[in-house]
């Protein structure tokens, strides 16, 4: 396999390369950009994610940093309740490896607590072993996001994915980080007068740049594409 080309700037990259059947893969995209931005159903779609059809910010976790930061894993026997949308959680500190959780005054379930790299604490997922830093409550079952858990993903992996959509939801995204408007092509703030901020303003803009170029050349490209299908079918039927 060998690379070929990238595209955008910044978190906006795309690396393609080229394989040894010829297909084109890329590290945020397994399509080449044309196919990717100005296609109508024609390429490699990306996989189905097997998971819940709610999103992971449809659930509320239990975060493990929330938990230490406020001191509720100082002392064994420390009891915190916590009240969320849908339930109550009761969480009684064993000791310091090990923590015992309730959903609704039910039976307690065992989590144990890890450390990790430079003192990171994670959770052990009390459902399939792996190390977490937040845990969910789905159906009455407390565990973790991974796909053989509870199956648990972002919104953002289901939608924008492709097309001229996508370059537009990554152009509202660094519009969001600049503070403009997130209509696209409108207008930004004026540059900050700090160098080493106008530096990242500066880069910022570029990506921007970059992303909704992409979106218009995407979308004449579509345009074209619609208008050339019409002419065939109309020549068909005459």
């Known amino acids: 396999m060998r690379r070929i080309g990238v595209i955008g700037a910044g978190a906006a990259n795309l690396f393609l390369c080229e394989t040894c059947d010829g297909s084109i893969i890329g590290r945020r995209s397994i399509r080449s950009f044309t196919q990717m931005?100005?296609?109508?159903?024609?390429?490699?779609?990306?996989?189905?994610?097997?998971c819940d059809r709610r999103a992971i910010e449809h659930f509320e976790g239990l975060d493990l940093h929330h938990l230490g930061s406020r001191g509720h894993l100082l002392l064994a026997?420390?009891?915190?309740?916590?009240?969320?949308?849908d339930f109550v959680l009761t969480i009684v500190v064993e000791h310091h490896r090990l923590i015992t959780v309730a959903i609704d005054g039910g039976e307690p379930i065992g989590v144990g607590i890890v450390t990790q790299g430079f003192g990171q604490l994670?959770?052990?997922?009390?459902?399939?072993?792996?190390w977490r830093r937040?845990?969910?409550v789905k159906d009455g079952v407390l565990g973790c996001r991974g796909r053989t858990c509870l199956r648990l993903d972002y919104s953002s992996r289901h939608t924008h994915r492709n097309g001229v959509a996508r370059l537009v939801h990554?152009?509202?995204?660094?519009r969001h980080r600049l503070g403009a408007s997130l209509e696209p092509?409108?207008?930004?703030?004026?540059?900050?007068?700090?160098?080493?901020?106008?530096?990242?303003?500066d880069r910022l803009v570029a990506e921007l740049a970059v992303l909704e170029q992409g979106a218009m050349s995407a979308l004449g490209e579509t345009l074209a594409a619609v208008e050339r299908r019409a002419r065939g079918r109309k020549r068909t039927r005459t």
């Not at 994670?122 to 792996?130: D, K, Q, R, S, V």
């Open 37 to 50: 931005a100005g296609s109508i159903g024609t390429g490699v779609a990306h996989p189905r994610r097997q």
């Open 77 to 85: 026997g420390t009891s915190t309740r916590w009240q969320f949308r």
């Open 122 to 130: 994670l959770f052990t997922c009390p459902n399939c072993g792996t």
């Open 134 to 136: 937040s845990l969910y």
């Open 170 to 174: 990554l152009a509202r995204k660094v």
């Open 185 to 201: 092509f409108s207008g930004l703030p004026p540059p900050p007068r700090h160098h080493g901020t106008r530096k990242v303003y």
